[in-house]
C-alpha cells in the first residue's frame, strides 16, 4: 500500500486480557519497528525487524511484550495479560533502507493503534 | 547510550512569530538527524532531515534547521508561525535506530 497501516485503530482491553496489534508496512521495506508513545511523551524504540529476523528486542519493557513478523512483512506485536502501565500509542514505522548500512531513508509511521486497559 | 533531549515543553506563539525549537542529542558518532511533526489526530510526519552536507537543512512548509556539531544541537526554526502549525514536534537522532526526544508541543493563537 502508500503507506503503513496498523489495526486495529483503538484497542480497550480489560486488565489481563491478550491483545494483537498488526502492522501492515509499505511493500519492499526491509525494516520494521515497534514503538510506544505514552501520553505527553516522545516515542520509546521496542524492536527492531529486518525482514524477518528480529534483531533488536532490547526495548521491550518485559516478557509479556512479544513481537513477530514470520514473513518479512506483515508484523504483530502481542502483549500477555495486559496491565494498565501498558495504555498507550502503539507506533509501527518501516524503512527501505537496513540499519548500519550507511544509507538511511528515514522512517514512514503507521497512525498508530491506541490501547487502553481498564 | 544516546539521548535526545527537548528543553521546551510547551510553547505558545501568537501568528506570524518566529520560532524556534531546540534539540541536543548525546553521542558522539555520526549520527542522522530528523524533525517530525504530529497534526492532532494524525500519524508522525517528516519535516526535514540532516545526513551529511550542508548544516542548514530546509524542510516542508517553510521550517528549516541548523546543525551544529560543536555543540550537539538541531534546532527547529520558522520565521512566521501560522495557526496550522499548532501540532507536537519530534527531534530524532538515528545512529543505528530511532531515538526520539520527548517532543514540544506548539500552540499557535490566530
Known amino acids: 500500500g502508500a503507506g503503513v497501516s496498523q489495526s486495529p485503530r483503538y484497542k480497550v482491553a480489560k486488565r489481563g486480557q491478550d491483545v494483537a496489534l498488526r502492522c501492515d508496512p509499505i511493500s519492499g521495506h526491509v525494516s520494521l519497528f515497534w514503538y510506544q508513545q505514552a501520553l505527553g511523551q516522545g516515542p520509546e524504540f521496542l524492536t527492531y525487524?529486518?525482514?524477518?529476523?528480529?534483531?533488536?528486542k532490547s526495548g521491550l519493557p518485559s516478557d509479556r511484550f512479544f513481537a513477530e513478523r514470520p514473513e518479512g512483512s506483515v508484523s504483530t506485536l502481542k502483549i500477555q495479560r495486559t496491565q494498565q502501565e501498558d495504555s498507550a500509542v502503539y507506533l509501527c514505522?518501516?524503512?527501505?533502507?537496513?540499519?548500519?548500512?550507511?544509507?538511511?531513508?528515514?522512517?514512514?509511521f503507521g497512525s498508530g493503534t491506541r490501547l487502553t486497559v481498564v | 547510550a544516546q539521548s535526545v533531549s527537548q528543553h521546551n515543553h510547551h510553547v505558545i506563539l501568537s501568528e506570524a512569530a518566529s520560532l524556534e525549537l531546540g534539540c541536543n542529542y548525546s553521542y558522539g558518532g555520526t549520527v542522522n538527524l530528523f524533525w517530525y511533526v504530529q497534526y492532532p489526530g494524525q500519524h508522525l510526519q517528516l519535516l526535514l532531515k540532516?545526513?551529511?552536507?550542508?548544516?542548514l537543512v530546509k524542510g516542508i512548509k517553510g521550517f528549516e534547521a541548523e546543525f551544529i556539531k560543536s555543540k550537539f544541537s538541531f534546532n527547529l526554526r520558522k520565521p512566521s508561525v501560522q495557526w496550522s502549525d499548532t501540532a507536537e514536534y519530534f527531534c530524532a537522532v538515528n545512529s543505528g535506530d530511532m531515538r526520539f526526544g520527548a517532543g514540544t508541543r506548539l500552540t499557535v493563537k490566530p
Open positions: 540532516y545526513f551529511s552536507g550542508d548544516p
Open positions: 514505522a518501516s524503512s527501505l533502507s537496513e540499519l548500519g548500512t550507511g544509507a538511511n531513508y528515514g522512517y514512514t
Open positions: 525487524f529486518q525482514n524477518e529476523a528480529q534483531l533488536d
